[in-house]
């Protein structure tokens, strides 16, 4: 017996308040990419 699976994709866009350097957007981009299931 086949399994199939769908794969549903939703697009978030999140503003975050306080980055004020790019280092701030690279710690926000590193925690973020320890979730497989997020696309960035």
Do not use: F, S
């Given at each position: 017996?086949?399994?199939?699976?769908e794969l549903h994709?939703?697009?978030?866009?999140?503003?975050?308040?306080?980055m004020t350097c790019a280092n701030c957007?690279?710690?926000?981009?590193?925690?973020?990419?320890?979730?497989?299931?997020?696309?960035?």
């Amino acid at each position: 017996m086949k399994v199939q699976q769908e794969l549903h994709l939703n697009e978030v866009t999140l503003d975050v308040i306080g980055m004020t350097c790019a280092n701030c957007a690279l710690r926000i981009e590193k925690g973020l990419k320890k979730y497989q299931e997020l696309r960035m």
